[in-house]
């Protein structure tokens, strides 16, 4: 009886620690998606160029010497918020900006030439095999009887706690911030706010980097807690992410941190008590549900079709 | 040995006869397909060193029939779909012998292409024993099969180790899930008590709940059919969460890359390998040739992609052209003398034997044999 309860629990901090990174990557799609209505699909590329450079990072300072793990951490993380910020300025500037006012399908076109441009500099750049990183932060705690163990990682703990932060620091921005309050405005209505005298390239351009700062947490936090990355993981992970803010209404911040939560969870449970082989089968199932019952996912609201 | 005689007295008269004929100096191609880009892309350079080395030999002694090979390589990243276009681009380039491809999901499609197109091809590496049993006439291959691959793994297994709770794991592809198979029949046939038999999906990053799963099933052995990157992962998050089953797969997984992704977690897996060939003492010659190029012979598929080429170099010689359809017939005939054995093929295309050997993989990278 123990035994099946501890192992439930494990599932659900399995569920938690891969669901919140979801939720991280998820917020760029929604935040984008509420403001100019367009899916960016290069956003999955820059959480892979987050990885990578706080693994550039991390090899570089411990080749110079340094060991001190909170500062390496510090430092990866600064860098890849930086790197991949820089990124996601870029991709609006030269995949959305030029094409503001055209055809919705062509910057999506764009942006998906973005993605692939970007894959590909990686792969030239870094070379297409795994790339690893030995463990940085190992340990944790465990408790059980004999027979089954449950682990929390200290590893997975910071998962939670960073992602609680960012999210928290997002919402505190979107209310309170003179910027959110004017993307908050842009998302209502993009026109009337430009008439009203926001800069609503800037807020654009802002929404970019929010979304690609975030989308550098999880790339960091996803890379010390997997130790491996490839020029390929920002496909799979854009994809469960955009599947995320879908979940959760696409257009909502709320709505994305939940969707990545359920994600992280359904696939935990599915592979827990069905089976792993039904993991994927059994998330997009539960899309198709919710979108049909509720086609603006479980926290959109009902919008006018932006023209 | 007998064959490098063979080349040389053929480099000789070719030396002879090409004073009178250096204008023909034709070349004949041989497509080098395989995965150069891509997340196995380690075993395709295997493949690649291993085939072209051979092709320097054979041309250093003189080349074929007069003529001197010349190697392509095709990119397939090891896609099945990536692969049907390589294919397709090596019957529009006109050439008529492929080397490769190397992942079995690869092979199996692009066969069917080359198979239409009279185009001989000799795979070093595709394990899955469905590419030659649809009757094909111009697929042979130079390693062996997960058929035999399995047996091994499983009586070793159960022989050896006599583990109490075994899981298997896949990751659903043609050539995990076929030896996992395999292995799951021959451990079922000898009692062993198999708990668990499961796929993954490949390219995932997050065994956690595979991993709390196993120990609830209180598992100590793990069998896993697929590539590296996943297996590494597993590895690595299993010695994470404290979870401690010895493990073991094909040869799929043993490269370096699985020491850098596992580090220490690697030591101590057991993998099912082809022999190495390159210790082998009559081999010492050739291996000091990839020595002396900083190439390493040691790979799992470098001399099976040596014998490939030689097996289709010998058979242009005996028939005395480049008559795929001749020479199909002829190589299943004909005895072999390569650096992987005398080998000899049977009517399906598959060598007629080929023995799997179980290491104990170090996390150096390199291996020593399991007793």
């Known amino acids: 009886m123990l035994e099946a309860f501890l192992y439930f629990i494990q599932q659900i901090l399995n569920g938690l620690t891969i669901g919140s990174t979801y939720a991280l990557i998820a917020i760029g799609y929604t935040m984008v998606y509420g403001i100019i209505g367009m899916i960016n699909f290069a956003h999955g590329e820059v959480y892979m160029i987050g990885t990578y450079v706080s693994f550039v990072v991390i090899a570089g300072l411990t080749m110079l010497g340094i060991e001190y793990v909170p500062i390496i951490i510090l430092a990866a993380l600064t860098i890849a918020i930086i790197v991949s910020s820089s990124f996601g300025w870029a991709i609006e500037r030269t995949a959305y900006r030029p094409l503001r006012g055209a055809n919705r399908l062509i910057p999506l076109i764009s942006a998906i030439g973005m993605s692939i441009f970007l894959q590909n500099f990686v792969v030239n750049a870094q070379g297409a095999r795994d790339v690893a990183i030995p463990p940085m932060i190992s340990g944790g705690w465990t408790f059980g009887t004999e027979n089954f163990q449950a682990s929390l990682s200290y590893m997975q703990l910071i998962i939670f706690i960073a992602t609680f932060i960012c999210m928290s620091a997002l919402t505190l921005f979107i209310s309170k911030s003179r910027m959110g309050r004017a993307c908050r405005a842009v998302a209502e209505d993009i026109k009337m706010a430009n008439l009203l005298g926001i800069n609503t390239n800037r807020v654009i351009s802002a929404t970019f980097v929010i979304g690609a700062s975030l989308a550098a947490v999880a790339g960091l936090l996803l890379g010390l807690y997997y130790g491996v990355a490839n020029p390929h993981i920002g496909f799979i992970a854009g994809l469960k992410a955009f599947t995320a803010a879908v979940l959760g209404g696409i257009g909502s911040i709320p709505g994305a941190m939940l969707g990545g939560i359920i994600l992280g969870l359904t696939e935990s449970l599915t592979a827990a008590y069905i089976s792993s082989e039904w993991k994927d089968a059994v998330s997009f199932s539960l899309l198709v549900l919710i979108l049909l019952f509720k086609p603006t996912g479980l926290l959109g609201k009902q919008e006018v079709e932006k023209v | ?371």
């Open chain 2, 1 to 371: 040995m007998s064959s490098h005689k063979k080349f040389l007295k053929l480099g000789a008269a070719a030396l002879l006869a090409g004073a009178a004929s250096v204008a023909s100096a034709e070349t004949i191609k041989i497509a080098l397909a395989g995965p150069v880009t891509g997340p196995v892309a380690q075993y395709g350079d295997m493949q690649m060193i291993g085939s072209k080395m051979a092709i320097q030999k054979i041309n250093e002694a003189g080349g074929v029939n007069g003529a001197q090979l010349e190697g392509i390589v095709y990119d397939d990243a090891c896609d099945p779909k990536q692969a049907v276009a390589v294919a397709n681009k090596v019957v529009n380039d006109g050439i008529s012998f492929v080397v490769g491809h190397l992942c079995s999901s690869s092979t199996q499609p692009a066969s069917d292409v080359y198979e239409d197109e009279g185009i001989l091809m000799v795979t070093a590496a595709s394990t899955s024993p469905d590419i030659t049993t649809r009757g094909y006439q111009m697929v042979f291959r130079t390693i062996g099969l997960d058929s035999h691959q399995g047996p091994v793994a499983g009586n070793y297994i159960a022989d050896k180790i006599k583990p109490g709770n075994v899981a298997i794991i896949h990751d659903k592809q043609q050539y995990g899930e076929g030896i996992a198979t395999s292995v799951k029949t021959t451990l079922e046939e000898k009692g062993v008590n198999v708990v668990m038999f499961e796929g993954i999906t490949s390219g995932d990053k997050d065994f956690s709940s595979l991993i709390a799963k196993l120990q609830k099933a209180n598992v100590d052995f793990v069998y896993y059919g697929g590539y590296h990157p996943e297996l590494g992962l597993i590895l690595r998050q299993s010695a994470e969460k404290g979870f401690k089953a010895q493990f073991m797969g094909p040869e799929g997984v043993g490269n370096n890359d699985i020491n850098a992704i596992a580090g220490p977690a690697s030591e101590g897996l057991l993998v099912t390998l082809p022999p190495s060939f390159d210790k082998n003492p009559a081999n010492a010659d050739l291996v000091k040739s990839f020595v002396d190029v900083g190439q390493d012979a040691s790979g799992a598929f470098v001399l099976t992609a040596y014998s490939a080429v030689q097996v289709l170099a010998d058979a242009m010689v005996k028939t005395g052209g480049t008559d795929t359809d001749a020479m199909q017939k002829a190589m299943r005939e004909m005895n072999f003398s390569t650096p992987t054995g005398d080998i000899q093929f049977d009517e399906k295309g598959d060598l007629k034997q080929f023995d799997f050997v179980v290491y104990n993989w170090h996390q150096d990278g390199s291996k020593t044999e399991a007793k």
